[in-house]
């Protein structure tokens, strides 16, 4: 979330969109209702289906499943056209005066320097024309044809209401309807916050519709503002946290990243990540990240890392390729990868294709499960009868079951979507033989150096030589850790501005990142967390609720990242001369010397105005992309491209070209590739999705929780209950192209059959939540159906569009 | 439960009047059910369970999304979800959490034959008290809301319960406490039907021209009252009664035929008891004998 | 004591007593008859609060609710079982009419004026018409409002005017029963027949005349 929950009060329109709050996200959602109350808010939801969430909007209006960048760009267009864009946003805060460079083109679905063999985009041409000083060159009048505001009207130029409709099957005039609404908010007065989550991340081109969306947020001047914002709904309770401290493998704690294994060399990756701003007088923040990195690896390996060793940098893994969840399942079918440990993690219900994880599973030497519960993965190798129908005979691999505490048997803290970070106090204690996962991990790591202690070993120093100052080493504490990722000075620190001060002794909490130092004098875990366990002490357990401005944002309250921030970008909410643009959402402003207000500045807190900074400190422009340049994988503009399986032949925004029917640049692994089902025989499209009642595959092993949702089902419209001649209760046989299972059919009027492309295309609706171990009645694994692609830029598994046949079982 | 006998103002089936000294002062209480707010997350179903430690069976799954299948001794509300579509085509998903409405005038205390296994209380609660239960289930026969239910395991009744325990110490309903979107409040009955006039008037804002508060007058009002957005048919929710009442057949049954039915059946006693007394009884005499015996030495 | 067995509608030759109920039916009438009290006072406790007290009876409320429809089932059993055997007696005929035109003279015992009555007079024929229907009512309502078994199947109107039905057909049951019993208190001799089986000749002559007649013509051609 670039805002937080309690914002969404201040929104005067709510869109959620690729995401179902009420549904997911039922105690956040509160603050949507709270809008409605307290701020008159309307409420638009579009979704495949009308969701818990579309019950109580204003208005709802269909899409069918994983089309939305035809919708949002749409949306783009009309504010285009229709020039609702907050003018003095786009121009200052944005790249939309910036010039492109010669070269950068788009046709017929496909950027410039697309390699159709490697599936690979050369990015090359995608980037900024610069001007004799090293800046980029811009034109604040529009006027130059290659000025990004040119080129977004131009690449949106095709997404038409017409289009629209065509597409997404959304009626011309709800969508006009809902365009209407949302241009509403491009001025100064209104705002509208973007509700997202898993509907738009689980597709193959999932990372570019929340892009989309978030571009559309910025032409209306919502980002940064209070009660707009583009804000991810986060699933777990600590997902955010599991992002935040780097637990992709291609990531670092606090956003940094690993380094690929062309660079060898540690000046270059750091020059890599601290880029030079492109636009005068602009922070570029990432210019700090030597002091985030070697803060980090003095936090890893103490004193075992210095300037002379270039900070452990050849004790880092140095990656060929990002070692997500399906390329890991790929690598044990084809025998790469023999042992596997999943914490907290149910890979046999969470990764596509269950078929597949089955074979890669049985081809491991052993398999460690370490969970609360008795997950499917634990019991793979079992015969569940038609549930889970394998043959143990068969399957060798050893499975190690390692019973975890849960979250309320320990300290700790959460992230949640709105970056606070909350700490919790052990409220029981584990049941059995239960330990904590920091108790197993530290019981791993002891053991593994004292056999690389005893008998050495390729990484050794990386293993014995890390820092492990805990009190006792086979069980660090939630605290001890905390403040590690926290930070603190390893030596007396002088005032930067004045050497004969010591601002921070040694040994002593961090303030915040700003006192971080790239000369190995601090240390710090996780930098965007420096300063949650500061000099004051735990700033994570704080509880004071109150709200002097009345606009929700609680500074007392737990402690937010970064630097206890509510609203990301919040500098955005000002006009250049640093007066906020509604002064009754006031978040920060500038009084002639320095910035403050409701909340912590997004900016240098005494930079003025008048020197132009951006507010957009983190990027080396200094104002917001719309304008992707080479960050996102299938080009700078999000393009629509169709599901990898899909109802339709071909795109309809570039029919004569095949290779941008789908995502062009999506990895695909041979044999999932020969597993995609096609229409003819597979003519529904299915998407899947989670419950209110349950939560993933946790809480069907609770009682409560199964007897309010007991039983398996799938959701169907009237029409094609009608078609298959099946009622509501009855069963129904779901078949993909790499399996099928059977539920109740749940008939409903809230799935229409939509008109696409000149025919009809129904929508089945799987929730997934059951499966073959707990306490509710068993089911299959939704997984059993979906395919194995991933989003182009994520991975992310393209689990909400898909084809299935659905008949009476 | 945990109220003193003095809070409570009505008692079934009992012929000593229930103390009157306390009143409600502060006004009676009331639960207002925003189903404009709700999105149906069964949380208030989930606190009613845990509150009241009670464990319904897992059942299946019937094609929609209302489970448990219906309100049962272990499940004492419920949400209840309804499809509808609207004249102008646009579908509405109306979502009921359904249980004991608490009327002013309840017909489950009025039909219950059992002394004091239900009461009402000065802030409006009806409540059971199951140890005084005898498991007939005329309370069922007798709500305009079909709500009792009858456990198969103890026979006896059950049904929410305001959480009079909780109120009693100053604390809303678990339900209440649950609901993340403030669709269920909990107040005063005054209160909360300001709360609902607010209510009514943003629903108003946003095209539902019969928004309105659902507080029948036909049983004298409720203590759970809703906030429909189509006040004017509300059977449109799962089949809330547009306007309930006690049944006539209940008013009969349990009204004036109580003390008819006595009197008629001691009415037709004291008659024979007088007509004894007049006529003194009918004796067969010597004479009668005497005529028997010469008809059976007749000879035939 | 003789182990000849009671035959009904015949003179004990012993005794000179004419049997008017043999033994089977009279069990199977104290059957009714017991199960009939036990019903009436557990239904009125139930019916009007005022009279819960007479719950205490049955050891408690909770008791009484459970046993009072098996009860009723154990009087609907013996009570068919009986009203089929006695049917034949209880048809109604044109000579009732006169002796129902005449009640006047019944409960003024002056029966001379009536018209010779054989084995069950037309008040007697009522009791038995309106038990009959009573029963049935009463037997198909109560397993409506049976809670613990069958109300779950039915609407809750329907157990609504079942209710109803119970009670007011269980009045209308009370009230003939009422009836009955004061007949038998009132008409002496009368008890005998449903507690010995057997009443006099001189009872039969004066109240069942036409009745008495056809008995002694069968005893005496033996």
Request: with cysteine; proline share 6%.
């Amino acid at each position: 979330m670039t805002n937080h929950w309690v914002d969404i009060k201040n929104a005067d329109l709510v869109l959620i969109m690729g995401g179902n709050a009420a549904e997911a996200h039922p105690c956040g959602f509160k603050w949507v209702t709270e809008a409605k109350a307290h701020n008159k808010a309307r409420l638009i939801v579009v979704d495949p289906r009308f969701t818990r969430s579309a019950a109580i909007a204003d208005y709802y209006a269909p899409i069918r499943t994983g089309t939305d960048i035809v919708f949002l760009g749409a949306v783009i267009n009309y504010l285009l056209t229709n020039d609702k864009i907050q003018h003095e946003y786009v121009r200052n805060y944005t790249d939309l005066p910036f010039i492109v460079k010669e070269g950068f083109a788009f046709a017929d679905g496909l950027f410039s320097g697309y390699d159709a063999q490697a599936r690979k985009y050369d990015k090359s041409s995608w980037d900024y024309e610069f001007g004799d000083d090293g800046y980029v060159r811009t034109d604040p009048t529009f006027a130059h044809p290659r000025c990004v505001y040119n080129l977004l009207r131009q690449h949106y130029a095709r997404y038409t209401p017409e289009m629209v409709e065509r597409i997404c099957g959304t009626a011309k005039e709800k969508f006009l309807h809902i365009a209407e609404q949302i241009a509403s908010t491009s001025t100064t007065d209104r705002a509208m916050t973007i509700m997202y989550a898993l509907g738009w991340t689980q597709h193959s081109v999932g990372s570019q519709m929340i892009r989309c969306a978030a571009m559309v947020q910025l032409l209306l001047g919502n980002i940064g503002i209070s009660g707009g914002g583009m804000n991810a709904l986060r699933g777990h309770s600590n997902i955010q946290g599991l992002t935040d401290l780097g637990l992709l493998s291609n990531l670092l704690p606090g956003y940094l990243t690993l380094p690929g294994e062309k660079e060898q060399d540690y000046a270059k990756y750091i020059a890599a990540r601290a880029p030079k701003p492109l636009r005068p007088n602009q922070l570029s923040y990432w210019q700090n990240y030597p002091k985030f990195h070697v803060s980090l690896m003095k936090a890893w390996w103490g004193d075992a890392v210095s300037a002379e060793n270039d900070w452990g940098y050849d004790w880092l893994p140095k990656l060929d390729k990002s070692y997500d969840l399906l390329l890991a399942i790929e690598l044990m079918n084809q025998g790469k990868m023999n042992g596997y440990i999943c914490q907290g993690f149910n890979p046999l219900a969470a990764a596509p294709n269950k078929a597949k994880a089955i074979a890669g599973f049985s081809q491991l030497k052993f398999l460690v499960v370490m969970d609360p519960l008795a997950t499917e993965t634990s019991e793979f190798w079992r015969n569940h009868g038609e549930h889970n129908d394998v043959d143990p005979s068969r399957i060798q691999t050893e499975v190690f079951r390692l019973p975890t505490s849960l979250f309320a048997e320990e300290d700790g803290a959460f992230v949640n979507s709105g970056r606070w970070l909350q700490w919790h106090w052990k409220g029981a204690e584990p049941p059995g033989e239960a330990r904590s996962d920091l108790e197993i991990m530290a019981g791993l790591f002891t053991r593994l150096r004292a056999l690389y202690r005893s008998e050495g070993g390729a990484p050794s120093d990386a293993i014995t030589k890390l820092s492990w100052p805990y009190a006792n080493p086979e069980s660090p504490t939630a605290d001890e850790l905390a403040k590690e990722y926290s930070g603190r000075a390893l030596k007396d620190l002088a005032d930067p501005k004045d050497p004969t001060k010591i601002i921070r002794k040694a040994g002593e909490q961090l303030a915040g990142f700003a006192e971080l130092r790239d000369d190995g004098s601090t240390s710090s875990g996780c930098w965007i967390f420096c300063g949650s366990w500061g000099p004051a002490g735990n700033l994570m357990a704080r509880r004071d609720n109150a709200d002097p401005t009345g606009i929700g944002n609680t500074l007392n309250w737990a402690w937010a990242w970064p630097a206890n921030r509510r609203v990301l970008y919040n500098r955005a909410s000002c006009d250049v001369n640093g007066k906020p643009f509604d002064p009754k959402r006031k978040l920060v402003g500038w009084n002639g010397a320095a910035w403050g207000g409701a909340d912590v500045p997004d900016y240098k807190a005494d930079e003025d105005p008048a020197n132009g900074m951006g507010p957009f400190i983190m990027l080396p422009e200094g104002v917001a992309r719309l304008f992707a340049r080479d960050a996102m994988n299938e080009g700078p503009f999000p393009e629509h491209y169709e599901p990898f399986e899909t109802p339709l032949a071909n795109n309809p925004l570039s029919p004569n070209q095949p290779l941008a029917l789908n995502n062009p640049i999506a990895r695909l692994f041979k044999g999932d590739r020969e597993m995609f089902g096609k229409a003819d025989r597979f003519p529904h499209v299915a998407t899947t999705y989670r419950l209110t009642e349950h939560f993933h595959y946790w809480t069907k092993h609770v009682r409560l929780n199964a007897i309010l949702q007991p039983e398996q089902f799938v959701e169907i419209g009237e029409a094609l209950a009608k078609e298959i001649g099946v009622a509501a209760g009855e069963r129904v046989r779901v078949t993909s192209n790499r399996g099928h299972i059977t539920a109740v059919a749940m008939v409903t009027k809230r799935i229409k059959a939509l008109q696409v492309d000149g025919k009809t295309v129904h929508t089945v609706g799987i929730p997934i939540h059951w499966g073959f171990t707990g306490t509710a009645k068993a089911g299959f694994l939704a997984n059993t159906l979906t395919p194995v692609v991933g989003d182009g830029n994520s991975q992310t598994p393209e689990f909400k569009s898909f084809l299935v046949r659905v008949e009476k079982a | 439960m945990a109220l003193q006998s003095l809070d409570i103002v009505r008692r079934s089936a009992t012929t000593i009047a229930p103390p009157q000294a306390r009143g409600a002062p502060a006004g009676e209480v009331a639960k207002l059910i925003d189903v404009s707010k709700c999105i149906g997350c069964k949380a208030c179903q989930v606190a009613c369970m845990e509150w009241n430690d009670l464990r319904d069976e897992i059942g299946s799954c019937l094609g929609t999304y209302t489970n448990p299948a219906d309100l049962s001794d272990q499940s004492w509300t419920l949400m209840r979800f309804t499809e509808h579509e609207t004249p102008q085509g646009d579908l509405e998903w109306l979502i009921r959490k359904d249980g004991c409405m608490h009327c002013a005038d309840p017909g489950c205390l009025k039909a219950c034959p059992s002394p004091g296994a239900i009461v009402q209380y000065a802030n409006g609660i009806v409540d059971f008290h199951e140890e005084n239960c005898i498991g007939c289930g005329y309370c069922i026969t007798g709500c305009p809301f079909n709500v009792p239910r009858i456990s198969k395991k103890d026979h006896k009744a059950y049904k929410c319960t305001l959480c009079s325990d909780r109120v009693s110490v100053g604390l809303e309903p678990a339900c209440v406490k649950a609901c993340p979107t403030g669709a269920i409040v909990f107040g005063s009955k005054t209160d909360m039907q300001r709360h609902a006039a607010g209510r009514v008037e943003d629903l108003k804002s946003r095209g539902f021209d019969q928004a309105g508060l659902y507080d029948p007058s036909g049983v004298g009002g409720t203590h759970v009252m809703y906030v429909l957005h189509h006040a004017d048919q509300p059977e449109l929710y799962a089949d809330l009664p547009k306007d309930p009442q006690i049944s006539a057949l209940v008013k009969v049954w349990k009204g004036v035929s109580k003390p008819l039915a006595l009197l008629g059946i001691a009415a037709a006693a004291l008659a024979g008891f007088l007509h004894y007394i007049g006529m003194g009884p009918s004796l067969t005499t010597e004479e009668d004998e005497e005529a028997a015996r010469r008809e059976l030495e007749k000879p035939s | 004591m003789s182990r000849t067995r009671q035959v009904a509608d015949q003179v004990d030759p012993k005794t000179g007593q004419i049997v008017r109920y043999a033994p089977a039916t009279r069990i199977n009438h104290w059957i009714v008859a017991i199960s009939f009290v036990l019903l009436a006072l557990s239904g009125l406790a139930l019916f009007y609060p005022p009279l819960f007290w007479l719950a205490n009876l049955f050891g408690g409320g909770d008791v009484m609710r459970a046993v009072h429809p098996w009860i009723g089932l154990v009087m609907a059993v013996a009570f068919f079982a009986f009203a089929a055997k006695v049917g034949r007696d209880n048809r109604l005929q044109r000579a009732d009419r006169e002796w129902l035109r005449r009640i006047g003279d019944v409960v003024r015992d002056q029966e001379e004026n009536l018209p010779e009555v054989g084995r069950n007079n037309a008040g007697q024929k009522l009791v038995y018409l309106v038990a009959l229907v009573s029963m049935l009512v009463l037997l198909v309502s109560g397993l409506v409002i049976w809670r613990a078994y069958f109300s779950d199947y039915f609407p809750v109107d329907a157990t609504r005017v079942a209710a109803l039905a119970h009670a007011a057909f269980a009045f209308v049951l009370i009230l003939t029963i009422v009836v009955h019993v004061y007949a038998g208190i009132w008409v002496k001799g009368s008890l005998r027949a449903m507690t010995r089986g057997t009443v006099s000749p001189g009872w039969a002559w004066k109240h069942h005349r036409a009745w008495f007649r056809d008995v002694t013509k069968h005893s005496t051609g033996k």
